[in-house]
């Protein structure tokens, strides 16, 4: 009977298929679904940029609109992977160029991003609308000058938490007159200056800007006369908030913010007068999303203070200056609140004195017992719970009940815990929809991953570093699965003659791939 | 400690799904269709026929025929055919039961639902190959209604391994209530399966659940307030020992972590925060409080308190830890009371008095100016034992004594 569906009824079902799991799945029905799917798909997710090629992609689902590639290891962020480990995405920029060139839509994690790629972005597809940059590296803003000053149809240039070279071009003012299709902007982790009045000009003529996020170098004036000429603006990040509570543009800034009703998630604050503050009560009573993690200037009572008036507030990102007294306030007042994260505020994240912590951490330092069970009833507890770190005092006790209960876990981030190789073996063994392990200083070695190396083939990426595991194991396991990458990362000096196959290895970071070793791998990362 | 946050399913930022997943979904999708269970040995390959329909599909689909063969089975990832397979595990059948632990659905924690007993009363014992794996149908309270089989399997474990080298810590029991356990016809050859829970905290009681093959049910008492089932870890012994290493490498080297963007984010505008309008307005005031006789100081941001008491009850909490050791190393155990009472007041003190260096390093008592200028010209702050602070606290002094 399916067969006598024309392809475009078919088609038109398809369309609202919008989640990717939904989309494999019905493409594997059968051969006709398949082709239908294909042609149909515009958005593809890949969670590991070296697991298919650009060309097998293009190949595949050759009108994808909207692309999003993952590069680097999730502990990248804390300087474990080295800096020339790879993720560069200019090869997917060129195959794209080459055979897909509608491209809309790119969205890049932990990615090294030229500016030869930025270049043949604006150059080669016409259509492009949107550039979301998170966590990159390896771009300066002359590849931000090229973006802005040739997609036409720029609706969104989305930079989070990426390191820029910041050449103090103007690359705010390469964004032509004509263009005013703007609707989101983020800039807050340029470090630059940029050309304030080009931002000005910028803001007046895209009446769709509903984000705009700023870095430091838009002081309040500035600031006041942006909000003033968008009104509309339903996400604003504060650049900085630092002026003489006593002057008249302070005053317009209070007078124009208390016009901003639209606004529903404020950030930012890169550099605070507390004392300035006052002037964002009016929009505090309407926000759902606050992300004040960025700024250490704000002290405790400030903080609660601006808590006190956010009674919808759904996401909370904070520091601990907050204290647990802050805490009790964020959950006496914020009760529809969904997300809560708190950052410390000490550099080298060694806790200060100011959440002491009710919970895990209070149990554990006073009774020095392990933490097992309080994780344990979270994992219980928690029957959604997609992603967990554990650290602390830990056995192999809190492994079991996370292989035993965490049903839908797919991340899973362990540092300093276990005691043997049982505690890894619970892990891979129980949670069934695994996709990335990540672990980090714990006493898991060669028993625990050879156990079962068919299990590396249904997950994203495993990432042991400081562990007990040795090159022979890795060979070993490498040799077994074919479709695995396992590279070994060697930062020291030890190439020569080869590691003996009972050396530990540093740090092994392996994944599942159609694709073989890859090409571009620097000296220090040996794939096996 | 606790990585940044336990981060809950959020529906904004990038999709967590992966290009592959959809062929793990489509697993469940013919569960529905076909009897759960298959049989075990070479079943894997039985099924080949059903996913050839789809071998015509390029590899990336084929890749997803290696993973659907594995878990439409309701094979456990650990019996994989290519694998060293958890029967190379030189320990025999403790790995096995370890990791078969992690199929069980027990109870929560706490929790006495009585209809749990009905659920564990296993069913006849049928011939359990080690690598036979049940799919996990969720039931209400998290409880797999078919872990019975899994008990048994249990029985094969050789529980008499549990008995031995138990730490009083670590076993934490789950599931509360009564344990039934009918095992008939076990094929492991040991006719009794022991269990034995001991539980955490200081009750210190061992529960015994034997299992005798004639299928008696024997209860768990109820007393205790916790938990569940330890399942025979008896490397726990070593694990004790092992606990404190990773604790205080933690501490070392600065884990829970911040992404190194937030660091140095943060390091610049802690720099630049600092000079505002020409008056110093930072954002918080860390200042070190070292105690006398403590292994390690601590620091405290002045300025999350307001008063002298707040700041006072705050380092007591801190500290205390320190002092009940003093005492129950010199005293008997049950005086950690003691501890807390010499603790009730530092700041006008009685065995402890506290004590800041001022910007020109003079060593002042705590109490004498107002809190606000006090916390501007506090560098550090030192809780001295009353003895030590003769000459500087004569007040103190003249209180403690008139208190005692």
Redesign the interface.
């Known amino acids: 009977m399916i067969n006598y569906f024309p392809e475009e009824v078919l088609e038109q079902v398809f369309s609202f298929l919008t989640?990717?799991?939904?989309?494999?799945?019905v493409?594997?029905v059968?051969?006709s679904w398949?082709n239908v799917e294909r042609f149909s798909r515009g958005k593809?997710?890949?969670?590991n940029c070296y697991?298919?090629s650009p060309e097998?992609l293009i190949s595949?689902f050759p009108r994808v609109r909207s692309l999003?590639l993952?590069g680097k290891p999730h502990f990248a962020?804390?300087?474990l992977v080295p800096r020339d480990w790879g993720g560069y995405v200019y090869p997917w920029i060129e195959a794209m160029a080459k055979g897909c060139t509608n491209l809309e839509e790119l969205?890049l994690?932990r990615m090294s991003v030229s500016d030869e790629s930025l270049q043949l972005i604006a150059k080669s597809f016409p259509n492009f609308k949107s550039l979301v940059l998170?966590?990159c590296e390896g771009f300066t803003t002359d590849g931000l000058a090229a973006v802005a000053s040739n997609c036409r149809f720029l609706r969104e240039l989305d930079l989070q938490?990426?390191?820029v070279e910041d050449r103090r071009g103007q690359w705010l003012s390469c964004f032509p007159d004509s263009c005013t299709s703007l609707a989101s902007l983020n800039f807050a982790?340029l470090?630059g200056e940029v050309n304030l009045a080009a931002l000005e000009r910028l803001v007046a003529r895209c009446r769709n800007l509903k984000s705009l996020r700023l870095n430091?170098a838009v002081t309040p004036d500035i600031l006041q006369k942006i909000l003033a000429l968008a009104p509309q603006l339903v996400d604003l990040g504060a650049g900085s908030f630092?002026h003489?509570p006593e002057s008249e543009i302070y005053n317009k800034l209070k007078n124009v913010m208390q016009k901003c009703s639209s606004i529903r998630s404020l950030s930012g604050f890169?550099?605070?007068?507390?004392r300035c503050l006052p002037a964002i009560y009016p929009i505090c009573t309407n926000l759902t999303s606050l992300n004040l993690?960025?700024?250490?200037?704000?002290?405790?009572?400030e903080l609660v203070k601006i808590i006190r008036k956010c009674k919808k507030l759904q996401c909370l990102w904070i520091l601990d200056?907050i204290?647990d007294?802050g805490l009790s306030v964020v959950a006496s007042t914020c009760k529809e609140l969904?997300?809560?994260?708190?950052?410390?505020?000490?550099?080298?994240?060694?806790?200060?004195?100011?959440i002491?912590g009710e919970g895990?951490?209070a149990i554990s330092?006073?009774t020095m017992?392990?933490l097992?069970?309080g994780f344990?009833?979270?994992v219980?507890?928690?029957?959604?719970?997609?992603?967990?770190?554990?650290?602390?005092?830990?056995?192999?006790?809190v492994f079991?009940y996370i292989?035993?209960?965490a049903?839908q876990l797919?991340?899973l981030?362990i540092?300093?815990?276990?005691?043997?190789d049982?505690g890894m073996?619970?892990v891979?063994?129980?949670c069934?929809?695994l996709?990335k392990l990540e672990i980090?200083?714990?006493?898991f070695g060669n028993?625990a991953l050879?156990?079962?190396?068919?299990?590396y083939?249904?997950m994203?990426s495993l990432w042991m570093s400081s562990c007990k595991v040795t090159f022979g194991a890795c060979k070993t396991l490498a040799e077994?699965m074919p479709?695995l990458n396992v590279e070994i990362i060697n930062e020291g000096d030890e190439m020569e003659g080869g590691p003996d196959d009972r050396q530990s290895v540093e740090k092994m970071y392996l994944y599942?791939t159609?694709v073989g070793p890859r090409k571009d791998a620097p000296d220090s990362v040996w794939t096996l | 400690m606790i990585m940044e946050s336990i981060i809950f399913p959020t529906v904004k930022g990038m999709a967590e799904e992966d290009y592959f997943s959809g062929s793990q979904e489509i697993l469940h999708f013919f569960d529905l269709m076909s009897p759960p269970l298959l049989g075990v040995e070479g079943g894997g390959r039985g099924n080949a026929p059903l996913m050839s329909s789809s071998a015509s599909v390029d590899c990336i689909s084929q890749s997803g025929l290696g993973l659907k063969e594995r878990n439409y089975l309701g094979l456990s990832d650990c019996s994989s055919v290519d694998s060293s397979g958890v029967s190379n595990v030189s320990e025999e059948n403790k790995s096995n039961l370890n990791l078969k632990a992690t199929e069980l659905r027990l109870g929560l924690p706490g929790s006495r639902s009585p209809e749990r007993d009905s659920d564990f009363i296993l069913l006849s014992s049928d011939k359990l190959d080690e690598k036979q794996l049940f799919p996990l149908l969720p039931s209400k309270d998290g409880i797999c209604s078919l872990m019975q089989k899994s008990i048994v399997s249990g029985n094969k474990r050789g529980f008499s391994d549990t008995m031995d080298g138990f730490s009083e810590k670590k076993c934490s029991v789950f599931a509360e209530g009564k344990w039934m356990f009918n095992a008939t016809g076990s094929d492991s050859g040991t006719p009794q399966s022991v269990i034995e829970a001991k539980l955490a905290g200081n009750a210190g009681k061992n529960v015994i659940l034997s299992n005798n093959s004639s299928g008696t049910q024997p209860t768990m008492k109820k007393e205790v307030p916790t938990r569940a089932l330890q399942e025979g870890h008896n490397k726990m012994n070593g694990s004790n020992n092992n606990s404190s290493a990773p604790a205080a490498k933690a501490q070392v080297v600065g884990w829970p972590p911040i992404r190194s963007f937030r660091k140095n984010t943060l390091a610049t505008t802690l720099k630049t925060n600092d000079e505002v309008d020409g008056k110093p307005v930072p954002g918080a005031l860390f200042v070190k409080v070292s105690m006398d006789g403590a292994p390690y100081l601590r620091k405290v941001d002045l300025r999350t308190y307001s008063t002298y008491q707040e700041l006072s009850s705050a380092l007591e909490k801190m500290f205390m830890c320190f002092t009940i050791r003093q005492c129950g190393s010199q005293e008997a155990p049950g005086r950690e009371m003691m501890g807390e009472n010499k603790f009730k007041d530092l700041v006008h003190g009685s065995d402890y008095v506290l004590t800041f260096e001022d910007k020109d390093g003079d060593w002042m008592l705590v109490g004498d100016v107002p809190w606000e200028m006090f916390i501007e010209s506090c560098k550090r702050l030192k809780i001295m034992k009353g003895s030590d602070a003769i000459g500087l606290a004569p007040r103190a002094m003249e209180k403690s004594k008139n208190q005692n």
């Open positions: 989640s990717h799991r939904d989309r494999n799945v493409s594997l059968c051969k398949y593809v997710f890949i969670g697991a298919i097998r595949r999003t993952k962020d804390f300087n969205r994690k998170v966590s938490e990426n390191e982790c470090e430091h630092v003489d890169l550099d605070v007068n507390a993690s960025y700024a250490p200037g704000i002290y405790n009572k200056t204290g007294k969904q997300e809560l994260r708190v950052f410390p505020s000490d550099r080298n994240g060694v806790g200060n004195a100011a002491t895990l951490v330092a006073v017992q392990p097992d069970e344990g009833a979270i219980q507890s928690c029957k959604g719970l997609k992603r967990l770190s554990v650290s602390g005092l830990l056995t192999d006790q079991l292989g035993m209960y049903e797919e991340m981030s540092a300093f815990a276990g005691n043997s049982k073996m619970y891979l063994n129980g069934k929809k996709k980090r200083d714990s006493p028993k050879l156990a079962d190396t068919g299990k083939e249904t994203q077994k479709r599942r159609l």
